[in-house]
């Protein structure tokens, strides 16, 4: 079962890849160190594409397949770097309680 996910999950992403490939930057966590991770993030989040841009707060996505700590990861980035952790299931999930005819 995890393999079907997984598999799923990373033909998904390649289509992502495809139509996001001008301004999508992927940082492959596998077999890497927790520092190596930390520095990529934060040269991620210090980009600035022109010197007169004004300075944004980043939208970062974190994708994965199911059970692999994408909301943990989130929340661990957004204490670091101060932003601001917005969980599209949790959205789902409070709106469905608001209105329940809604499904």
Known sequence: MT??????YK???????????????TVDTEDRLPH?????LVRM??????ESSPRKAP???ILGPPGSGRTT????????????????????AEQSK???ELG
Not at 14 to 21: G, L, N, P, R, T
Not at 36 to 40: N, R, S, V
């Open 3 to 8: 393999a079907k996910c997984l598999a799923e």
């Open 11 to 25: 033909l998904n992403f390649k289509e992502i890849q495809d139509v996001y490939k001008n301004f999508l930057f």
């Open 36 to 40: 190596q991770i930390e520095t990529t």
């Open 45 to 50: 989040v210090g980009i600035k594409f022109s």
């Open 59 to 61: 939208n970062i996505v």
């Open 73 to 92: 990861q989130a929340r661990l980035v957004a204490d670091q770097f101060g932003l601001i952790c917005v969980s599209v299931r949790d959205l789902i």
């Open 98 to 100: 608001k209105t329940p």
